[in-house]
């Protein structure tokens, strides 16, 4: 109460510069850069009359933990109680005159770009005081906040009416946040603990806590603190979360990444119980856990089940955080079968979101991001995303990354050097498992970060133990396998075929099985086992060249499909695929649409399974997605060695089949003619429209020049005469989603 009028000190501070308190005590610290900016200060405070002047480097006895945590909750006031504050810009120089000599404006430019604009204790020092002053590195007056208001207001966002000194009660908490949305400190608590006097609260601190526990603190400080506001405030209060969610929610959609759940959910389908233990009870696993900056390769031949490990990896760290908000977990599955799921960037972007969902508030970094590509009009860059992946990732205590397949990524090269460049961040908090083939670009790469040490070769004698137990629960609990399981003889025969043809191969095994479950009979049965295909081809030409004449004209244009289709494909649109004829002029047949969509897994046995895709697009709808069963089958279909067996016929070359399936995507369109057909009740009817009317042309795109056969179908399309291409126009609107055309459109 009897504090004597002074002014108070405002700047960025120097790593080792600045005068501390025990310097001040023991006379030290006079040839610090630090010690200029307190001349400065007192010389300022006696030109304007004042006796005392406070400097916070040297002020708090910072050894003192008591000291500190009062001197951080009374900062606002202290400010706020100055006579004057002196805000110190080493970066900005005023030593530069117009042509008359008088002292002119070009410092702004400099100012600014000030570092002071950035910090996050800077804040409170520009609100709480009544008087502030902006000093040039040559401690030349540049203005103060009253002349300066509308140039701070525009720096900072803060309205000029609180610059002015209006009660930051009338400001609502979501504003008074955005306000340190780009303000950065150096220790991650202080993110929170420099707002607390923004918002008039007072709380311990507990350096060590981390980032997102002390935001969490400080946000229940505020709903308690609202509670004995008025009712405005105190629901403005409440609300805060809820807008928080909104603008998570509008950055998931801008980033647009891919949902990599859907393949773990489908890996879990398959996941047998106790599997994987091998590589969960090892030393090197339960390293990698615990390990700082700790880094795994996974890698073996395939169909050997990395991704059913990779997933009980995953499965096992989200029960090891068992809640944990200070630990966090992002994972991504390069997919064959999703293109979205193929590029490298768009993984990045999966990660940051996963991420973001995680954190109690959206990071600083985040909100600085979406800020800068103008609120989310533009996107930003890939090195723009891998800084704020990095700072986001600093958030938490301990974060576990987990990448399956990199094969399957179209983009090796952008690939490896993303990896290389999360590396080369050396976080003490990160631990990275990654999974693929063992491919020379690959091994390239990752041998330059990770140790050979830490390479898991999964050798055949540790994944046959996975394979019996699989073998052995799949006897167990499928019914149609079930009936063998009961002659305790009839099931050993099985399991020793199966696990002396395996060899590793999770894939051969899961095929086999299928297979017996056709066997009606014991001597079906044995000679099924007797003469096992040795191979992952020869099984899969087995599968191809059992299948009827009558059903392979569904299932060549299902494969071919599947093989080569733009985005992942729904049964209901494979159903309307095996009824579009390509003799003559391709032409779409709807009794020849598959009665039951699901007759495609009988047809194609093995070769393709079904997920359920709950992230469309499509409003309260999740979908039925049928894909190739697994890389290897996408690969014998397109190879060389498919024309030296009995299922040449199932050959899938590139630009023939993307040429079919342009004409097929143009015969689906051309019965559209007549506008009558289409309409906003009906469309949902035509399942296939949307891929048709999108991917036509990106299929033509991928023919050869000497093989375009879809240009008969595509001049139909495009001729004045129909209907059709005004209808594709109306079905492929970019403004608006397939389901939600608007058919009253005219050209």
């Known amino acids: 109460e009897n504090v004597p009028p002074y002014a108070i000190l405002s700047h960025t501070w120097q790593e080792g510069q600045e005068v501390t308190y025990d310097d001040l005590i023991t006379g030290n610290g006079t040839d610090k850069a630090g010690y200029n900016k307190i001349l400065f200060c007192a010389r300022q405070a006696q030109r304007d009359g004042l006796d005392y002047c406070w400097v916070d480097t040297c002020c708090i006895d910072k050894s003192s933990s008591a000291e500190l945590s009062e001197a951080i909750n009374s ?15 080493l970066d900005v120089s005023n030593y530069t005159t117009d042509g008359d000599g008088k002292l002119s404006r070009k410092w702004e430019p400099a100012f600014r770009q000030s570092r002071w604009f950035t910090r996050g204790w800077t804040l409170q020092e520009l609100i709480a005081p009544k008087t502030v002053e902006f000093f040039s590195r040559e401690e030349e007056l540049l203005g103060s906040k009253e002349t300066l208001a509308q140039l701070l207001h525009k720096i900072t966002g803060i309205p000029v009416k609180v610059l002015q000194g209006e009660s930051l009660s009338d400001c609502s908490v979501t504003e008074r946040f955005s306000w340190a949305a780009k303000r950065q400190t150096t220790r991650a608590e202080d993110e929170s603990y420099c707002l607390l006097g923004i918002f008039d609260i007072q709380m311990p601190l507990l350096y060590g806590e981390g980032r997102q526990k002390a935001m969490k603190r400080l946000q229940k400080e505020i709903r308690e603190a609202a509670v004995d506001q008025p009712v405005a405030l105190a629901q403005e209060a409440r609300s805060g979360s809820q807008h928080e969610d909104e603008k998570a929610d509008k950055i998931r959609r801008w980033l647009s990444a891919p949902d990599p759940s859907t393949n773990y959910y489908k890996a879990l389908k398959q996941l047998q119980n106790d599997t994987g233990l091998w590589f969960l009870e090892g030393n090197q696993y339960a390293e990698w856990k615990t390990s700082t900056s700790s880094s795994l390769w996974l890698h073996g031949i395939p169909g050997c089940g990395k991704t059913i490990l990779t997933s009980t990896v ?41 991420l973001l969902q995680q954190c109690v508030t959206i990071p600083t970094s985040l909100r600085t991001l979406l800020f800068s590509c103008e609120n989310g009009q533009r996107q930003p860059s890939l090195h723009a995303l891998l800084e704020v992946l990095q700072q986001i990732m600093r958030e938490f205590l301990q974060v576990y990354v987990i990448l399956d397949a990199l094969d399957g990524c179209s983009e090796r090269a952008e690939l490896t050097d993303i990896l290389e460049t999360m590396s080369a961040w050396q976080l003490q908090n990160s631990h990275t498992l990654l999974a693929s083939r063992r491919e020379r670009d690959l091994e390239s790469s990752l041998v330059t970060f990770i140790h050979q040490q830490n390479f898991v070769d999964l050798q055949s004698k ?41 060899q590793g191969m999770f894939r051969w095994a899961v095929c086999q099985l299928d297979a017996l479950r056709e066997c009606r009979t014991r001597a079906s049965l044995q000679r099924s086992l007797a003469t096992l295909p040795p191979t992952l081809d020869k099984t899969y030409d087995r599968i191809l060249s059992a299948i009827s004449e009558v059903d392979a004209q569904y299932a060549v244009p299902t494969l071919r499909w599947l093989t080569f289709s733009a985005r992942p494909l729904s049964v209901e649109e494979v159903a309307k695929i095996v009824a579009i004829s390509l003799e003559n002029e391709a032409r779409f047949d709807r009794d020849e649409v598959l009665e039951d969509p699901l007759d495609v897994l009988s047809i194609c046995s093995s070769l ?26 996408k690969e014998y279909l397109v190879s060389d060695r498919i024309g030296n067996g009995l299922a040449a016929c199932y050959s899938m070359q590139a630009a023939a089949c993307h040429d079919a399936i342009a004409r097929s995507c143009l015969g689906y369109l051309l019965q559209f003619r007549g506008v009558e057909m289409l309409s906003q009740d009906n469309v949902k009817e035509f399942r296939l429209a949307d891929y048709s009317a999108s991917c036509w042309m990106e299929h033509a795109q991928a023919t050869e020049e000497h093989a375009k056969g879809y240009v008969k179908e595509a001049m139909v399309l495009l001729s004045e005469e129909n209907d059709a291409y005004l209808n594709c126009l109306r079905i492929h609107d970019p403004d608006k989603p397939w389901w939600d055309s608007d058919f009253q459109k005219r050209l």
Request: glycine share 4%.
């Open 75 to 89: 900062m606002f006031r202290w400010y706020q109680k100055a006579q004057k504050c002196y805000v110190y810009l």
């Open 314 to 354: 995953l499965q096992d760290v989200l029960q090891h955080r068992d809640g944990d908000t200070s630990k966090a977990l992002a994972y991504f599955f390069f997919d064959f079968n999703d293109v979205q799921k193929q590029s490298a960037e768009l993984m990045v972007r999966s990660l940051i979101c996963q």
């Open 462 to 502: 540790l994944v046959d133990r996975d394979i019996q137990k699989y073998v052995r629960q799949r006897l167990s609990d499928d019914k149609r396998l079930s009936k063998w399981g009961k002659d305790s003889a009839l099931r050993q025969d099985i399991e020793a075929a199966l696990m002396k043809g395996a």
């Open 608 to 633: 393709v399974a079904i997920t359920t895709d709950k992230d469309n697009g499509i409003p309260r709808r999740a979908r039925q997605v049928v894909a190739l069963a697994h890389y290897s089958v």
